[in-house]
């Protein structure tokens, strides 16, 4: 495919992604978590040609992104527990796993088969103009090639996809910075598919106790889940003490290439943390480094999601 068509944060910018995405194309979009790569998720062709750019297995399932409840509730069935974690939380970096509606309309490859769906409703502005001007539900996932570092700037979706897609709307890096918070409100509890934007302390107050389920390789439901994943071309070493010539991402006030936040601010690191994975693998690559060295950070509020990624980028890959 040609150059992509560059598209700024405006209505004209806006409406031309929606027109795009009416016609089928994949456009890459903003979201207050990190880049989508979108296309109409009731549009087989559309859909396929998703997994097709990221090299995305076609067995793992896609986040289907509404512009509130009520377009949700035409896709999927509601439980009061759904209802109220929607509420509480939409729009927002939350996705909720919930069982298929019949005449939902999806295409069948958004879910992979599956008889549930994830939804969420994004409060990036741009997303939402997005949404509501093409009145159709996106498929997104994030706008990177499968397995590699996630694009939260529209010159990470370039660097990734730029060949493979026909539009970016560049609305500025993404707020949260980490992928949403994946949950599935079940009759017999709660369970965490997914640490994300949206903190686990937020949320237990109106759960109760999650059913933990993310451990890497823990328990394969979809490769979202798989230890290797978001990986730099660089090997990527968690903890112990930095050998000469390593790179170092570090965390609050130490002596490092990339800091994810110097005032240990985990919010600004979440915000920050994709971009510094970026950074510091264009800089080994640069100083012909072997290893990108990277600590773990508190293990508390956005630093689960964090670490969480941490861990899957340092995996051994498949
Ligand atoms: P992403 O890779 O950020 O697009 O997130 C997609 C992830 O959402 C998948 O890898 C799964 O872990 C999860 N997911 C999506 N749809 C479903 C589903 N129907 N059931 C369970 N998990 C799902
Ligand atoms: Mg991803």
């Not at 549930?116 to 090639?145: E, F, K, T, W, Y």
Request: proline share 9%; net charge neutral.
């Amino acid at each position: 495919m040609a150059q992509p068509e560059l598209l700024a944060d405006t209505a004209t910018g806006q409406a031309r992604a929606a027109a795009l995405l009416r016609a089928g194309a994949l456009v890459a979009l903003p979201t207050e978590t990190v880049y989508g790569l979108a296309a109409d998720a009731t549009n087989d062709a559309a859909v396929a040609a998703i997994y097709a750019a990221k090299g995305r297995p076609g067995f793992n399932p896609l986040i289907v992104h509404v512009p509130d409840r009520a377009a949700a509730e035409t896709l999927a069935a509601f439980s009061d527990m759904a209802r109220a974690l929607a509420d509480a939380f939409w729009p927002g970096p939350l996705t909720l796993v919930l069982p298929l509606r019949p005449g939902h309309g999806l295409s069948a490859r958004v879910t992979a088969g599956l008889p549930s769906v994830a939804i969420r409703v994004p409060a990036h502005p741009a997303m939402q103009a997005v949404l509501r001007a093409l009145g159709r539900p996106l498929a997104a996932p994030s706008a990177n090639p499968s397995g590699k570092i996630t694009a939260t700037a529209a010159a990470h979706v370039l660097a990734g996809l730029g060949d493979r897609i026909a539009a970016v709307l560049d609305a500025g890096p993404c707020a949260v910075g980490v992928e949403s918070t994946i949950l599935a409100p079940e009759p017999g509890g709660t369970r965490l598919l997914r640490d994300g934007g949206l903190p686990r302390e937020g949320i237990e107050p109106l759960t109760g106790p999650l059913i933990a389920d993310t451990t890497p390789g823990a328990r394969i439901e979809a490769p979202g889940q798989l230890a290797s994943h978001y990986a730099p071309d660089t090997r990527l070493q968690l903890g112990g003490p930095p050998e000469p010539g390593d790179i170092v991402i570090g965390f609050g006030h130490v002596t490092c290439h990339v800091n994810l936040s110097p005032r240990g601010d985990l919010t600004e690191a979440a915000a920050q943390l994709f971009a510094a994975l970026h950074q510091a693998d264009a800089l080994a690559q640069a100083q012909g480094a072997t290893a990108i060295r990277v600590a773990m950070i508190p293990d508390t509020g956005l630093g689960r999601a964090i670490n969480d990624r941490l861990r899957r980028a340092a995996a051994p890959r498949a």
